[in-house]
């Protein structure tokens, strides 16, 4: 009997030992050891982050070139209010130069006196304005330097109209001719005063009419 329990004993051994083999074999949790062993090569996973990445390429343009700024003056740093400022002053240079450029008459009145002082200077800036003085259409004066103070001359007067003309005969470096005149009676009476401003070859003329 005892042999009979020792043969079940070493049956009931050799299939425990078959089905665990059988076991470990399926489930690939335990890989065999042995020289002539070889692994499946293994593929890595994707990983989500990407360590080396080239910049997207797109077809916007930089705003330094769809916006082209521009950072100096095109008139080479010419101020453009200079050369609206320069246009006005030609414009206001011409038109001066038109108003200039015409007879004067300053007027005229009568008088009862045998001869009349005619003193003259120049009311604005000394600057070598001069005129020469006609009486009747005839020169009396050729060539008269206006200066900051007045000088002048005596006219006898004849009966009837006397006119008399005072001519620009140069502008001065300022322009134009400019000056201030007046007209005293042979009793020292002021009878007339004004001012003339006139281009080069213009007249400023006054008319005295004696009684």
Request: neutral net charge.
């Given at each position: 009997?005892?042999?009979?329990?020792?043969?079940?004993?070493?049956?009931?051994?050799?299939?425990?030992?078959?089905?665990?083999?059988?076991?470990?074999?399926?489930?690939?949790?335990?890989?065999?050891?042995?020289?002539?062993?070889?692994?499946?090569?293994?593929?890595?996973?994707?990983?989500?982050f990407?360590?080396?990445t080239?910049?997207e390429?797109?077809?916007?343009?930089?705003?330094?070139?769809?916006?082209?700024?521009?950072?100096?003056?095109?008139?080479?740093f010419?101020?453009?209010?200079?050369?609206?400022?320069?246009?006005?002053?030609?414009?206001?240079?011409?038109?001066?130069?038109?108003?200039?450029?015409?007879d004067?008459?300053?007027?005229?009145?009568?008088?009862?006196?045998?001869?009349?002082?005619?003193?003259?200077r120049?009311?604005?800036?000394?600057?070598?304005?001069?005129?020469?003085?006609?009486?009747n259409?005839?020169?009396?004066?050729?060539?008269?330097?206006?200066?900051?103070?007045?000088?002048?001359?005596?006219?006898?007067?004849?009966?009837g109209?006397?006119?008399?003309?005072?001519?620009?005969?140069?502008?001065?470096?300022?322009?134009?001719?400019?000056?201030?005149?007046?007209?005293?009676?042979d009793?020292?009476?002021?009878?007339?005063?004004?001012?003339?401003?006139?281009?080069?070859?213009?007249?400023?003329?006054?008319?005295?009419?004696?009684?």
């Amino acid at each position: 009997m005892r042999w009979i329990f020792s043969i079940f004993i070493l049956i009931g051994f050799s299939l425990k030992s078959s089905a665990q083999s059988e076991f470990l074999n399926k489930s690939g949790s335990f890989a065999p050891i042995g020289p002539s062993l070889t692994l499946p090569p293994t593929t890595p996973s994707p990983s989500v982050f990407k360590l080396h990445t080239t910049p997207e390429v797109t077809s916007s343009k930089s705003i330094l070139e769809t916006n082209t700024l521009q950072f100096t003056n095109p008139n080479d740093f010419k101020n453009p209010g200079d050369i609206y400022k320069e246009k006005l002053n030609r414009k206001s240079g011409e038109d001066e130069s038109k108003m200039f450029r015409k007879d004067q008459y300053l007027g005229d009145f009568r008088t009862k006196s045998a001869y009349v002082k005619i003193s003259y200077r120049d009311f604005g800036e000394v600057d070598g304005d001069e005129i020469r003085v006609l009486v009747n259409d005839k020169e009396v004066v050729s060539r008269v330097f206006l200066e900051g103070s007045f000088k002048g001359l005596e006219l006898g007067l004849e009966k009837g109209f006397n006119k008399i003309d005072f001519e620009a005969l140069n502008q001065g470096y300022s322009g134009p001719n400019t000056a201030e005149f007046q007209v005293y009676d042979d009793k020292g009476q002021l009878v007339s005063a004004n001012q003339w401003n006139l281009a080069t070859g213009f007249k400023a003329t006054i008319i005295i009419v004696k009684e």
